[in-house]
């Protein structure tokens, strides 16, 4: 990864403080600068930087892994997963049900990372929400993997994503079906019992 020359303040500073942030937390700005500067595969690249706590890089490579999974990107999806289950182990179920299970490979997007991120930038903003894609995916498993244990707690999940936040329009409908969902095939799950009433 290279230093931008031509990169606002901020970011130039937060690159060249790099030893101070990796020992503590990133600030909220440096997170703010790694979700709008860096591509995935950057991300990817910082996550396996052993300076940083196993924590942030596994929160990296989450992040890492959703813009590849959001973008196509399966191939690199796969190994951003398994930098999660490295470096936070308490991912791993989720990521092998959720993530792991993904359609073949696609060829990776040729180009320099300026022009990848621009790309990828415009696919993510054209993409609902995370509730929304979340909502989304969990209720398309509903559909392909009814058995799937983990559904009552996803269908929780997605329900009360929507509280507030970052909402697409149909935040509402995708609550409700949720909603509808989980008490009509687990009413009698924990889970459903924890969701008495959808936003």
């Known amino acids: 990864m290279q230093l931008d020359l031509e990169a606002k303040p901020s970011q130039r500073d937060f690159y060249r403080a790099g030893n101070t942030v990796a020992r503590g937390r990133l600030a909220a700005d440096g997170k703010r600068w790694l979700n ?5 595969s950057d991300l990817l690249t910082l996550a396996a930087d052993r300076q940083l706590p196993a924590d942030e890089r596994g929160r990296i490579a989450l992040t890492a892994l959703m813009r590849f999974d959001m973008t196509g990107q399966y191939e690199a999806a796969v190994k951003a997963a398994q930098q999660v289950e ?4 308490e991912l791993a179920p989720v ?8 359609a073949p490979p696609m060829p990776q997007v040729a180009g320099v990372d300026a022009i990848r991120r621009k790309a990828e930038l415009v696919q993510l903003g054209a993409l609902k ?3 929304g894609y979340l909502g989304d995916h969990v209720l398309q498993r509903v559909a392909s993997k009814p058995n799937d244990a983990d559904l009552p707690w996803l269908l929780h999940v997605v329900v009360r994503s929507t509280r507030g936040g970052c ?3 149909d935040a509402k409908a995708v609550s409700k079906q949720a909603f509808t969902v989980l008490h009509k095939r687990y009413g009698n799950s924990a889970w459903a019992k924890k969701t008495p009433y959808f936003y």
């Open 167 to 169: 909402l697409d329009d």
């Open 95 to 102: 990521m092998q049900t959720v993530w792991l299970e993904q």
């Open 36 to 40: 709008t500067a860096l591509a995935a």
């Open 86 to 89: 490295v470096d936070a182990p």
């Open 129 to 131: 929400a995370a509730t």
